[in-house]
């Protein structure tokens, strides 16, 4: 098979360059090697920024985002048994948005298909070859046979655990990395969300998050230490800890329901530098990952692809090499904005060191300050709704 750019996985990053290329007249395939049911069912982020919004309705995929996308103005910080809302909106002028990742994956899939587009589901990219050549190729298993993409470019848009990044020669790329020693346990559940707008709960058990997906489902989060097991979690135990985590102001309980999905993810800051190599370029969490407190994992992936998609365009319009060049730099410059932001949160919502209590004051410091000053807490509301520019 032969296309002009070959992109390695269907998450929010390979299916949105894969529209932008079309809109473009340029062609792609995309490989993924899970099938179609199950990344359109892979419960992960929930928050699209004001540029990620943009970018979905200016090409074509606002309107089930528009109808059924929730507009949020504010997030509420509860800590010390008081609520305080940080008014995103007036602060700003920018709004965030609350849709699944998987509705926007599935919005995506739908538009490429309806244009004609190929993914390839349960098609595993098992290696790449000839990066340093005009004509680079993408080595994949479908159906049980060795296929071979044959294309001008590749683009990486795998995740963390993918092929591409490993196709890079050692000592080209520099990883920063930081972990933490907690992980965060997601539930889904049939329950009307008890607030409009999400909760970040800093408790002395540890961080709590009260989010959603629609005016029946509740997405909710707790900090859990990393090595937790799942099975440790019945559902009574996890209702029982949100509710000692975030039932902290009078008066204001949680709706319980069936939880519909658990799992626990690991937190992780990531970067690989530089974010191209030859003929390959990599692209959201297959070069960069960032603890989700921040709520900025599946908004860079897009914010990456963007890019790409004007790079791909000029060059293929009139040979121009300046922004595929530029690619990796300025890209960096948003990744790095968001490690900042999404350790910054991490680090103040959470619960650190028990054993070290000046932490805890730092923390308590940090939360009343964003409660008295505008200045603080515009700097926390335009970075959570996205900065235009970085
Ligand atoms: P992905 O969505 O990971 O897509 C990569 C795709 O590549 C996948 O479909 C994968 O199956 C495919 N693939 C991998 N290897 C191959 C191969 N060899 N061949 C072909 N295909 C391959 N962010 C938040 O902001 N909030 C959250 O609550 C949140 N929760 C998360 C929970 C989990 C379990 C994970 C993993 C991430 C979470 N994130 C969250 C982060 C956010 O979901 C990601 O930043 C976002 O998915 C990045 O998009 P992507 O397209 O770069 O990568
Ligand atoms: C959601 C996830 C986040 O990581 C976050 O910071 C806010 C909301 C969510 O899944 O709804």
């Known amino acids: 098979m032969r296309t002009q750019v070959g992109i390695v996985g269907a998450g929010p990053a390979g299916l949105m360059l894969s529209h932008l290329l079309h809109r473009q007249g340029i062609s ?44 949020h103005e504010g997030i509420e910080l509860r800590f010390d048994g008081e609520s305080h809302r940080v008014a995103m909106t007036e602060l700003t002028g920018r709004a965030i948005t609350v849709y699944g990742q998987q509705e926007v994956v599935k919005d995506l899939i739908a538009a490429r298909l309806a244009a004609g587009g190929t993914i390839l589901f349960s098609a595993e990219a098992t290696r790449l070859s000839g990066l340093e050549s005009p004509s680079p190729v993408v080595h994949y298993r479908y159906e049980g046979r060795d296929e071979e993409l044959h294309c001008d470019f590749v683009v990486g848009c795998d995740g963390f655990h993918g092929v591409s990044r490993s196709a890079v020669p050692d000592g080209v790329l520099h990883t920063y990395e930081r972990t933490y020693p907690f992980a965060w346990l997601g539930v889904l559940a049939a329950a009307a969300p008890a607030v409009d707008e999400l909760i970040y709960a800093h408790h002395e058990r540890g961080f709590a998050l009260y989010s959603m997906r629609s005016p029946e489902i509740s997405r909710l989060y707790l900090q859990v230490p990393a090595d937790e097991d799942i099975a440790d979690w019945p559902d009574e135990r996890i209702w029982a800890e949100l509710r000692t985590r975030l039932e902290t102001v009078p008066g204001w309980s949680l709706n319980e329901g069936p939880i519909l ?130």
């Not at 914010?303 to 319009?317: E, P, Q, R, S």
Request: charged share 25%; hydrophobic share 45%; proline share 4%.
């Open 261 to 390: 999905e658990k799992a626990i993810t690991p937190l992780r800051s990531f970067v690989v530098e530089p974010m191209q190599w030859q003929r390959l370029y990599l692209a959201g969490d297959a070069v960069h990952i960032v603890p989700p407190t921040g709520a900025k994992g599946m908004n860079l992936a897009l914010a990456d692809v963007a890019l790409l998609g004007d790079a791909f365009a000029a060059w293929y319009a009139d040979g121009r090499t300046d922004l595929l060049d530029d690619y990796s730099r300025t890209a960096l410059r948003r990744v790095w904005r968001a490690q900042q932001f999404s350790w910054w949160m991490t680090s103040m919502l959470h619960r650190l060191n028990a054993d070290d209590p000046y932490e805890a004051k730092l923390q308590s410091a940090a939360l009343r300050y964003l409660t008295t000053s505008p200045a603080y807490a515009t700097s926390l509301a335009e970075n959570y709704v996205g900065l235009p520019t970085v």
């Open 28 to 71: 792609s395939v995309v490989l993924e090697s899970r099938s179609r049911d199950y990344v359109e069912h892979r419960v992960r982020a929930g928050v699209l920024e004001q540029g990620s919004v943009d970018l979905l309705r200016a090409t074509g995929l606002g309107d089930r985002l528009d109808r059924e996308g929730l507009r």
